[in-house]
């Protein structure tokens, strides 16, 4: 087990490019999510996968934002045309079935820093 | 809904010295509550939680928390920091059957000799 790994760790790009960043959960979580974080902030939830599907979208997702998880593993967020203003830390966690460890915390990766110029 | 009061975002506190860190939450259902912690350009690792039973809750590191219902808080404690607990502090809720965490703004602890 080697823990949520997120891909790249840094990303530097231009105002109005797209973005895909990786996330791979622990094997055997079928829960994963998203977050945002902006500096002096904590994390703010974005979206969430059981399996494949995607269950609930934060309002703060807007339609440029795309998540996917399309064999219940790995997990892409996609940003269309980004924005100074998605300058961010973007962090995947993940946490097992609700049955098992009495459904408790989500194990997060170590991130991906967006600095969009 | 959640939401969490990290109430002070920084503490300066001397090394050996004891230290407490304030959370408050609000929820209309109970609670699952949990402590991370965040080191510089990193991801959060987990201190602690609270999910029921014994309402003091120990942890990693030599941290333990409180959870008082009464006060819907849940404090951070340690009897004698160390240089090496400098890091950001989150206090998160989940409510319910929800699986998202609410995170509060956090509080950055600087330890100084």
């Known amino acids: 087990d080697t823990g949520v790994s997120q891909d790249p760790r840094h990303k530097i790009t231009k105002r109005g490019q797209n973005v895909t960043f990786r996330c791979d959960p622990i094997?055997?979580?079928?829960?994963l999510y998203w977050y945002r974080q902006t500096l002096g902030q904590g994390p703010e939830f974005l979206t969430y996968?059981?399996?494949?599907?995607?269950?609930?979208k934060s309002r703060l997702l807007s339609d440029r934002f795309s998540a996917e998880r399309p064999k219940g593993s790995f997990s892409t967020l996609e940003i269309q045309r980004t924005e100074q203003g998605d300058s961010a830390m973007y962090l995947c966690?993940?946490?097992?079935?609700?049955?098992?460890?009495?459904?408790?915390?989500?194990?997060f990766g170590q991130g991906t820093r967006l600095t969009v110029v | 809904a959640q939401s969490v009061t990290q109430l002070d975002s920084q503490v300066p506190v001397f090394e050996e010295a004891p230290v407490e860190l304030r959370c408050n939450y609000s929820?209309?259902?109970?609670?699952?509550l949990f402590w991370y912690v965040q080191y510089p350009n990193q991801g959060l690792q987990l201190l602690l939680k609270y999910l029921s039973g014994s309402t003091l809750v120990k942890g990693i590191n030599g941290f333990e928390a409180e959870f008082n219902k009464s006060q819907t808080s849940f404090h951070l404690r340690k009897p004698s920091v160390h240089i090496s607990d400098t890091a950001e502090y989150f206090c998160a809720v989940r409510g319910g059957t929800a699986s998202k965490l609410t995170f509060g703004t956090g509080t950055r602890l600087q330890v100084t000799l």
């Open positions: 966690a993940s946490s097992p079935p609700p049955w098992r460890e009495g459904n408790t915390e989500a194990f």
């Open positions: 929820s209309s259902v109970s609670v699952y």
């Open positions: 996968f059981q399996n494949e599907a995607q269950l609930e």
């Open positions: 094997s055997e979580h079928n829960r």
